[in-house]
Nanobody, 127 residues
Framework: QMQLVESGGGLVQAGGSLRLSCAAS????????VGWFRRAPEKERNFVGT????????RYADSVLGRFTISRDNAKKTVYLQMDSLKPEDTAIYFC????????????????????WGQGTQVTVSS
C-alpha cells in the first residue's frame, strides 16, 4: 500500500494562490495517475484534476480549469496542485490519491477508481 501525504494548505484571501503537494512513499509512484479531490463543508468529495504517471496527460474539473495546474516530479515522488485566482467556493479539504490501475489509458475521474488516499489538507479562502 502506498502512502500519500498532502501538505501546503492554509488560509488565503480570494484571488490569492496556494500550492499543494502530495508526497508518495513508493518508487512505483510513477506508474500511476494521481488525482486531486476536494470535499467542501457538508458536501461530497469531488474531482479536481488528475495527472498521468509520466505527467504527459492532465485532466481538470470544469470548475478549476484555467485556475489550477497539476504537475508532478517523479524523481521527488511528488505531485503538485498549483491553485491561482482562488475563490471562497474553493474552500475544502483537498485530498490526493493514486489510480487503482497502473498505466491507465484513460485518466480516471471517479473517486472509486482511486485508492491509498492521503489524510487531506485544509484550504480556506476568505472573501
Amino acid at each position: 500500500q502506498m502512502q500519500l501525504v498532502e501538505s501546503g494548505g492554509g488560509l488565503v484571501q480570494a484571488g490569492g494562490s496556494l500550492r499543494l503537494s502530495c508526497a508518495a512513499s513508493e518508487r512505483t509512484f510513477s506508474r500511476y495517475a494521481v488525482g486531486w479531490f476536494r470535499r467542501a463543508p457538508e458536501k461530497e468529495r469531488n474531482f479536481v484534476g488528475t495527472v498521468s504517471g509520466n505527467g504527459d496527460r492532465i485532466r481538470y474539473a470544469d470548475s478549476v480549469l484555467g485556475r489550477f495546474t497539476i504537475s508532478r516530479d517523479n524523481a521527488k515522488k511528488t505531485v503538485y496542485l498549483q491553485m491561482d485566482s482562488l475563490k471562497p467556493e474553493d474552500t475544502a479539504i483537498y485530498f490526493c490519491a493514486r489510480a487503482r490501475m497502473a498505466h491507465a489509458d484513460i485518466l480516471p475521474v471517479s473517486q472509486h477508481q482511486y485508492s491509498d488516499w492521503g489524510q487531506g489538507t485544509q484550504v480556506t479562502v476568505s472573501s
